[in-house]
């Protein structure tokens, strides 16, 4: 294990940072889909916010459902795609598997864009918990093999 | 400094991978024990997830005070634990002392491990105040030491 | 592309890593600023925090408007420079030109610093607005570069 890992021209961190920073750019798109349905429903998180909305209708609160809903959406994503990609860029580090550790990527970027879509269309349940669970355990996956090199 | 500090060949980042994954799979830990107590009291935060719970009992709210203390420690996690796999990982890049460093991992772990448990029982205060201090400050004892050999 | 990227023998990396870290710890200051609003306005998130506090008029609360806006502040910062890390420790790899790299680091820093201030005095907006969107756009900037390098 001489060569260097953390580099492009290793394929697999190269797979590992095309997933992470995807994950983490959709991330990101929550802020803006916050930003849009504050703007729709005039409803602002701070009192000098009140000027950038409907001047007779703009008001503070933190109970709308519907920015409530981006917000729950947003946390849940801080909660699983940080640790994604903490763990992922430790497992890149095992060396593992080319084919598999892409597949862990790959399953866990798309189980997080349908969680987002079941969670914001909303979908029926069991489709969010499905979504979820699914990324959660290719995180706890990569986890377990990473547990396993180092204690080897 | 020719050597290559971010592989599992280098002791001191194998021994950051170690307890950083750790504390990462603690803090997805949180994500199961809000999942437990909100079926436990029936108590959701989506209206398209009450089918899931105990059907003529489980209802939307955010003020259950069992699901919304394991939900402040999730956050407290992640307003620490994220920090620490940040400044850890740029802390090995200064190749500290190997038994120093290790010490910092290994009492940041314990401290939050310390931290939940003194959370979720409760334990009375300072007890809480305590591990989070400890965990705060050997991350911020890294930063310190990070930024001397940035800045030397 | 042979040298080692992750190692601050690169000045790259180097750059990022101070600059990286000092947001980290920005962050961080948000869980001091947080404690002192509490024990300024005796206003905590647990029952057993309450003897911590001035024990005549300590008391639990989650709608304290200043301890609140820090709250947030902190959320936003964690909304925010925890994607920078990620994308910028991404676009590193990609060996950028220096200089356009440090001046996305320094931009992304100063952008939160001048966040915060706006976000505590509190300043009119949009100037928290005009902050928060730097920010936001310099990391988008690195990924659309990251993204780029990849997929060439």
Chains 1, 2, 3 share one sequence.
Do not use: C
């Amino acid at each position: 294990m001489s060569a260097i890992i953390y580099a492009l021209t290793n394929p697999i961190f190269k797979n590992f940072v095309f997933y992470a920073a995807a994950s983490t750019v959709k991330m990101m798109a929550m802020s803006l889909l916050t930003s849009r349905k504050r703007f729709a429903k005039n409803v602002f998180s701070n009192p000098e916010d009140i000027p950038l909305g409907n001047k007779n209708q703009a008001k503070v609160t933190f109970t709308d459902p519907d920015v409530e809903r981006v917000r729950r959406n947003h946390l849940n994503d801080i909660e699983n795609i940080l640790p994604f990609v903490v763990i992922g860029m430790f497992y890149v580090a095992t060396n593992p598997n080319a084919m598999l550790a892409l597949w862990h990527f790959r399953i866990f970027f798309f189980s997080r864009i349908f969680h987002t879509i079941a969670y914001q269309l909303p979908l029926p349940q069991p489709s969010r918990a499905i979504g979820y669970t699914i990324g959660y355990l290719t995180t706890i996956s990569m986890a377990v093999q990473l547990f396993r090199a180092l204690l080897k």
